[in-house]
Every structure is written in structure tokens, then in C-alpha cells.
């Protein structure tokens, strides 16, 4: 069965540090791969996605996240946070083949520190 | 673009109601799918519709039920209400049912049953 790891519930950071949340899915056919974010009273935002190629992902808000097929990870990342930043973070994965649904991680809650 | 609506916003009913949450995709998309968020479970998938046809079920009793419209508007009810239900209902939509295609959530329905 398709499941998706979010081993931190919560990750503290300055403002300013580099910050990354981690993500981790288990190994069933090919992955394609999600990240979102929710603030507070709000629906879940998508921030970028891995379907194949470069394992190096750009998305929104400065966000990128790495893929490690030998890790099986998907760790999100980005260079200087800012306390704007602060939300919880969801990690998604869907398999091809058929109708999958997406599975979601239980979410990390990021806290960026002034 | 107008972005997922959700009707209604909030909602509070009693143990042993029924209620009918709505949710209208982003124009285009054909795939609907509804989630529930509580603290202690987190993101849980309840069903996806495509083209009026339900495609995938979670793990939920039959109270929880859902129908997609030739609009690709939907509704999810849910019969005989348990305090238990009290959740966030997301609903999500995206061009159609390929893991390919990421997801874009609506703001939620937050339903308390008392």
C-alpha cells in the first residue's frame, strides 16, 4: 500500500536559516510526488510536485524539494526562511496505474523563530 | 481564475442529523475529491468523482456518501451524525485523475456536531 512518512511533527527554525521538512513514501511502482501547505483556517495550497527527470524540484514561495529514489525521500527545502513561512506542511504521493487515490502525510508544522 | 468553493463555511448540527456539504471545482476540472482533517487523524480521503462516476473510496461506514453532477459540481452527505464527525471537510479539485495533476483544496467546511 502506497503511504507517505512525515517522521517531525513540528520543525523550529530563525528566520533567515535554511529551513528543510522531511518526507519520506514507500516504494510501490513510480511515485509522483506533492508537497502543500495550509495556514491557519485555510484549504491546503500546492507549493511544487515530482513526476520524473530532474530530481531537483522549483516551486512556489522559494520552496524546492529534493528526490532520493535510494532514500525513497522527498525532503522540502528552502534557503532562508522567513516567518511568513510558518504552516503546516503536508506531504502527498500518488501512484500510477488505475484510479490511486493521494495519500497524504500527517503533517508537519513548521514554526519559522523572529 | 476563481479558485474551489465550499458551502457552507461552518456549520453546527446534532448527533443523528443528516447534512449536505457542496463543493464547486475550478472551472475545467472534472475531478473532485473530499477529505476530512481532524487534529488527531489528520488528512483522511473519503471519495473522488470523475465524470459523475465515483472512482475511489476511503475507508469511511456508508454514512458517508457522495455524487458528482455533469457540472463536475459535488456533494458529500453525511446521514446519522456522530460527534465524532465533527471535522474539516476539504474538498479538492484538479483537471481529472491522473496522479499527474495536482490537487487544489477549497477553504473547507468546519462542521461541529453536538
Known amino acids: 500500500a502506497q503511504s507517505v512518512a512525515q517522521p517531525e511533527d513540528q520543525v523550529n527554525v530563525a528566520e533567515g536559516n535554511p529551513l528543510t521538512v522531511k518526507c519520506t513514501y514507500s516504494?510501490?511502482?513510480?511515485?509522483?510526488l506533492f508537497w502543500y501547505v495550509q495556514y491557519p483556517n485555510r484549504g491546503l495550497q500546492f507549493l511544487l510536485k515530482?513526476?520524473?527527470?530532474?530530481?531537483l524540484v522549483k516551486g512556489s514561495y522559494g520552496f524546492e524539494a529534493e528526490f532520493n529514489k535510494s532514500q525513497t525521500s522527498f525532503h522540502l527545502k528552502k534557503p532562508s526562511a522567513l516567518v511568513s513561512d510558518s504552516a503546516l506542511y503536508f506531504c502527498a504521493v500518488r501512484y500510477s496505474g488505475g484510479y490511486q487515490k493521494v495519500t497524504f502525510g500527517t503533517g508537519t508544522k513548521l514554526q519559522v523563530i523572529p | 481564475k476563481a479558485g474551489v468553493t465550499q458551502t457552507p463555511r461552518y456549520l453546527i448540527k446534532t448527533r443523528g442529523q443528516q447534512v449536505t456539504l457542496s463543493c464547486s471545482p475550478i472551472?475545467?476540472?472534472?475531478?473532485v475529491s473530499w477529505y476530512q482533517q481532524t487534529p488527531g487523524q489528520g488528512l483522511q480521503f473519503l471519495f473522488e468523482?470523475?465524470?459523475?462516476?465515483?472512482?475511489n473510496k476511503g475507508n469511511f461506514p456508508g454514512r458517508f456518501s457522495g455524487r458528482q453532477f455533469s457540472n463536475s459540481r459535488s456533494e458529500m452527505n453525511v446521514s446519522t451524525l456522530e460527534l465524532g464527525d465533527s471535522a474539516l471537510y476539504l474538498c479538492?479539485?484538479?483537471?481529472?485523475?491522473?496522479?499527474?495533476?495536482?490537487?487544489?483544496f477549497g477553504p473547507g467546511t468546519r462542521l461541529t456536531v453536538t
Open positions: 468523482y470523475f465524470s459523475e462516476t465515483q472512482r
Open positions: 515530482y513526476i520524473t527527470g530532474d530530481n
Open positions: 472551472s475545467g476540472h472534472r475531478s
Open positions: 479538492a479539485s484538479s483537471l481529472g485523475t491522473s496522479p499527474l495533476y495536482e490537487q487544489y
Open positions: 516504494v510501490s511502482g513510480n511515485p509522483y
